[in-house]
Every structure is written in C-alpha cells, then in structure tokens.
Nanobody, 127 residues
Framework: QVQLVESGGGLVQPGGSLRLSCAAS????????IGWFRQAPGKEREGVSC????????YYPDSVKGRFSISRDNAKNTVYLQMNSLKPEDTAVYVC????????????????????WGQGTQVTVSS
C-alpha cells in the first residue's frame, strides 16, 4: 500500500526552526519528484518546495527561499523539509506529496500529476 507519513510538526517561536519528515512506504521515492505543500485556515494550498527525481534539483517560491530547504534520503525512503527563521505566517498544515514532476514559480510550487499525498503535520509559529 502506497503511503506517505509526515512528522516533525509542532509549536515553535518566531525565528525558530523545525525539520519535517515525510516517510514513504509501499514504493520507492527514488524515481519520483517530491513536494511540500501547506494550507492555513481560510487560505488556498501553497506549494513551498519541490525536489526533482532525476537530478535532485530543488526549487522554492520567494515566500520561503533562503529559509526552507528540502532534501531526500533515498536509503531511508524519506524526504525532509528544514525550516529556519520561521514566521507566524508559516503556520499551516504541511503535507508532502509525490509524483512524476513538480515546478516552482516565484509565487508557489505546483505538482505535475502528483497522485500520492500524506495526511499532514501541523506547524504553529507563535510566541
């Protein structure tokens, strides 16, 4: 059974850091692009990072560039999202997803046929 499980969310003060994990089971992440998306109450879902399958290139929108970093550990079949210098506006449910491809513009990241999505982990940035 194909499954993605996120972990690592929590409550953090502004300026703090968190590392989210996305563990895959039932398939290998080696051959797929992976993206992290977030959704805050009352707002549309926003893609915040993308890592390609072929060359491992990473992509970010302006809202998180320089603060967030996506990486993959194929041996552990896991993808990570390191989030630094967190702001209250980063508060959201963060979800990982995978599929054939993804891309990012200055305004957000977008899936190209992502078919597998996790359930999400809550990130709250507040003092």
């Amino acid at each position: 059974q194909v499954q993605l499980v996120e972990s690592g969310g929590g409550l953090v003060q502004p300026g703090g850091s968190l590392r989210l994990s996305c563990a895959a089971s039932g398939f290998s992440l080696d051959y797929y692009a992976i993206g992290w998306f977030r959704q805050a109450p009352g707002k549309e879902r926003e893609g915040v990072s993308c890592i390609s399958s072929s060359d491992g290139n990473t992509y970010y929108p302006d809202s998180v560039k320089g603060r967030f970093s996506i990486s993959r550990d194929n041996a552990k079949n896991t993808v990570y999202l390191q989030m630094n210098s967190l702001k209250p506006e980063d508060t959201a449910v963060y979800v990982c997803a995978t599929g054939p491809g993804c891309y990012c513009s200055n305004y957000g990241c977008y899936s190209l046929g992502f078919g597998s999505w996790g359930q999400g982990t809550q990130v709250t940035v507040s003092s």
